[in-house]
């Protein structure tokens, strides 16, 4: 699996978690609270494990964008 591919994945489920986050929270009212456990505390947790995920894929990227050191950048 490239690297690509794998980025595209992680986009993808984050935006899946992050929206489950949004509708069970919105709608908590209408699960029970076994349900609702499940899917806002646990999609939670899968939606940090993610995120630090994607993090880690995007660290060069987020290294040059933010903190400089990309070409032609000169450090003193």
Avoid at 7 to 24: A, C, F, P, R, Y
Avoid at 30 to 35: D, L
Avoid at 50 to 61: A, D, G, K, P, S
């Amino acid at each position: 699996m490239t690297r690509n591919t794998l980025l595209k994945i992680l986009n993808l489920l984050l935006g899946l978690l992050m929206l489950n986050q949004v509708l069970t929270g919105f709608f908590h009212g209408s699960f029970s609270h076994e349900a609702y456990e499940l899917l806002h505390e646990g999609g939670g947790v899968a939606l940090a494990v993610v995120t630090v995920l994607h993090l880690i894929m995007n660290w060069n990227w987020i290294k040059i964008s933010y903190f400089g050191g990309g070409a032609g950048s000169r450090r003193n």
